[in-house]
């Protein structure tokens, strides 16, 4: 019970394209995992699949315990999800969008209320509670985007590119929120075009034309690749891809 | 001449300050990075510069020619790549590039030499429109089609955002190669690992210049001795490092850790390193 994704011969077609072939693995209660590949290698795919947004053509997943094929529904209610592309909405204050999303994850109304000023408070929000999220620097938008995302306390968090753009040092932030709800015991499932990032987690994977050619901790690889930095063996790795193309 | 030349720019909207008091100047030839956050103003001086918006107060001039007086001769003469992608979508790749050789009085095959090597990645798909193409082809069209008038100056604003390693390695030789070709480039990127490839770099943050120079004499002003501290768990070792008072600062970098010394002592464990660009921005954005 310890394993919160159980991925297995997972495999999504359109037409004759194959965009994920036959990928299989576990990620643990807790873990901060990388999922990382090039452009293309299908990445998307597999998220929007373990999300319960599209089914696999074959193969099957565990999601919180939640069968991706049958039960979409459940595993909605026990995800979290946060992406560059799409956090918060701008045209909302920071409160009305933290109940907003609170309420389609299924919080009730009165602990919507006490969580709110709690989390506020943890993130040293306290005044910015009627600002209209578009007035926030991008690195706090990213902030309450991940809190957001984990509000509702689900098994998992995905995080498709949460740095994209952030400064050096607001990205370090964003990681210590990471690592925090990794300690409580949520999962993290995180993508990230930054190699140094890849470090930060406790295993990765890259993905390469739809397969899974590495997985492993950080150190494993680099003994196992004889490289000195993740960076040189995604390079290694990613440079063979025959599709560079979404 | 200079390629670019700005003098003390400033720029607000609706009273909150984009940029304030930008002064720089580009050679020509030169490959120039702009590296900075989201948010922090390169947007906003790449549209200055491609005479898209006026600034409030200073001056720009690219190729001699002023912002403001000479718009139309530096349209004319400059290539601009938006971040956001902004070819027509429902004109095929061929189409694209022809109209936009055609805005500017030339031919696909006058100036086929300067965009063979990205348009050939291209080419098997010309008759796909844009639209369908993927982020990285959408790339290589959108800089054939900035690079089809062979501008003198090429302006790319954050060409590589959202781009995997690879992908960006390939796209940094591009440049190299069109640089070669006496192309004048300005590039904006938030990746600090990109700087390093520019003949010179402004450091760029809230609307401000933190410093230009090149990436090798910047890492040298770097004020303090840098320690590099290894450890397999990155919470912890933080948690470690912060508790201890001579630890002046103390920031995560892959499977280590850089630290600065409030005193530095004598036969300390700690392993010196070379700063790199992403050390001196965090030193200088505190």
Redesign the interface.
Same mark, same amino acid.
């Given at each position: 019970m310890d394993e919160v994704i159980v991925v297995r011969n997972l495999t999504k077609r359109f037409g004759a394209f194959t965009a994920v072939d036959d990928i299989s693995f576990e990620v643990k209660k807790g873990e901060i995992f990388g999922f990382l &590949?090039?452009? &293309?290698a299908g990445k998307t795919t597999v998220i929007r699949m373990l999300c319960g947004l599209s089914k696999p053509s074959s193969g099957n997943a565990l999601v919180g315990g939640f069968d991706i094929r049958h039960q979409s529904e459940k595993i909605k209610a026990n995800i979290g999800y946060m992406s560059?592309r799409f956090s918060l909405y701008e045209d909302l204050k920071v409160w009305e969008n933290i109940k907003l999303f609170a309420g389609i994850y299924g919080m009730k109304k009165k602990d919507i209320a006490i969580k709110t000023d709690i989390l506020l408070e943890e993130l040293g929000f306290e005044s910015q509670k009627e600002t209209l999220v578009s007035a926030l620097?991008? &690195?706090w938008k990213q902030k309450l985007a991940f809190s957001v995302a984990i509000f509702h306390n689900p098994k998992v968090v995905f995080l498709d !590119?949460p740095t994209?753009?952030?400064? *050096?040092?607001?990205r @370090?932030q964003f990681? !210590?929120l990471i +690592?925090k709800t990794a !300690?409580k015991g949520i999962t993290v499932f995180v993508t990230t075009? +930054?190699?140094?990032e890849a470090? +930060?987690c406790d295993r990765i994977s890259i993905m390469v034309d739809g397969r899974i050619e590495a997985l492993d901790t *950080?150190?494993a690889l680099k003994e196992k690749f004889s490289s000195d930095?993740?960076?040189d063996i995604?390079?290694q790795l990613? @440079?063979n891809?025959k599709r560079?193309?979404? | 001449m200079k390629a670019v030349r700005v003098n003390n720019i400033s720029k607000a909207y609706k009273g909150k300050l984009a940029l304030e008091d930008i002064s720089f100047e580009v050679e020509k030839g030169e490959l120039f990075g702009i590296i900075g956050p989201d948010g922090a103003g390169k947007t906003t001086l790449f549209r200055i510069m491609t005479t898209l918006i006026l600034a409030d107060e200073g001056e720009a001039k690219v190729d001699d020619y002023d912002v403001v007086k000479d718009y139309k001769l530096i349209r004319e003469r400059v290539g601009y790549m938006p971040g956001r992608f902004s070819l027509y979508q429902d004109l095929t790749v061929i189409e694209n590039l022809d109209f936009f050789a055609s805005l500017f009085n030339t031919t696909v095959e006058e100036n086929y030499d300067l965009i063979k090597d990205i348009y050939k990645q291209i080419e098997p798909f010309k008759d796909r429109r844009a639209g369908a193409l993927s982020g990285g082809m959408k790339q290589k069209l959108a800089l054939s089609c900035a690079l089809i008038h062979k501008p003198s100056v090429l302006f790319l604003d954050e060409p590589t955002t959202g781009v995997d390693p690879v992908s960006r390695k390939e796209f940094w030789h591009m440049l190299k190669n069109l640089q070669k070709q006496g192309i004048t480039i300005v590039v904006s990127t938030p990746y600090m690992d990109e700087a390093n490839l520019c003949n010179r770099i402004a450091l760029i943050n809230n609307g401000e210049f933190l410093d230009i120079d090149s990436p090798q004499n910047l890492i040298k002003k770097f004020p303090k001795k840098l320690y590099s501290v290894e450890g397999d768990n990155m919470p912890k070792l933080l948690k470690t490092l912060r508790a201890n008072d001579n630890i002046e600062t103390c920031f995560s970098f892959g499977d280590c850790c850089h630290i600065t010394l409030n005193n530095e002592t004598k036969d300390n464990d700690y392993k010196e390193i070379q700063p790199s660009i992403e050390d001196y921005f965090i030193r200088l954005s505190k």
């Open positions: &590949g090039a452009n &293309g560059q620097p991008l &690195g !590119e994209g753009g952030v400064d *050096p040092v607001v @370090r990681w !210590e +690592y !300690e075009h +930054y190699m140094d470090e +930060y *950080p150190r930095s993740i960076d995604f390079y990613a @440079r891809a560079k193309e979404d | -």
